[in-house]
């Protein structure tokens, strides 16, 4: 069983920085890609970035290209997203996802065969 466990969310001022991580285990762990994503209140889970983890290709939202960088350590099994220009509309549960498959559509959920609990950012204005 693969498990993904998403930390370093929390509250932080407009124009602040967070990075979140997300630890995967299990002990026949393979992905192909690992993807973030995030859930506004009120609104559907939306694509954020992903990386591949053998050449570390990366893909971005528009929303967030040029603020949110997505990177991997193979070693630590461990997916970062540095999440800098916060901005109010930032605010979401972020979960982390892990395909270990074909991949060939990053910005889509059913893409993913493993996902995380969870982490909430609070941008406030």
């Known amino acids: 069983q693969v498990q993904l466990v998403e930390s370093g969310g929390g509250l932080v001022q407009a124009g602040g920085s967070l990075r979140l991580s997300c630890a995967a285990s299990?002990?026949?762990?393979?992905?192909?890609?690992m993807g973030w994503f995030r859930q506004a209140p009120g609104k559907e889970r939306e694509f954020v970035a992903a990386?591949?983890?053998?050449?570390?290709?990366?893909y971005y939202a528009d929303s967030v290209k040029g603020r949110f960088t997505i990177s991997r350590d193979g070693a630590k099994n461990t997916v970062y997203l540095q999440m800098n220009s916060l901005k109010p509309e930032d605010t979401a549960v972020y979960y982390c996802?892990?395909?270990?498959?074909?991949?060939?559509?990053?910005?889509?959920?059913?893409?993913?065969?493993?996902w995380g609990q969870g982490t909430r950012v609070t941008v406030s204005s």
């Open positions: 990386i591949s983890w053998s050449g570390g290709n990366t």
């Open positions: 996802a892990a395909a270990t498959g074909r991949a060939p559509r990053w910005t889509f959920e059913d893409t993913y065969d493993y």
């Open positions: 299990g002990r026949t762990f393979r992905s192909s890609v």
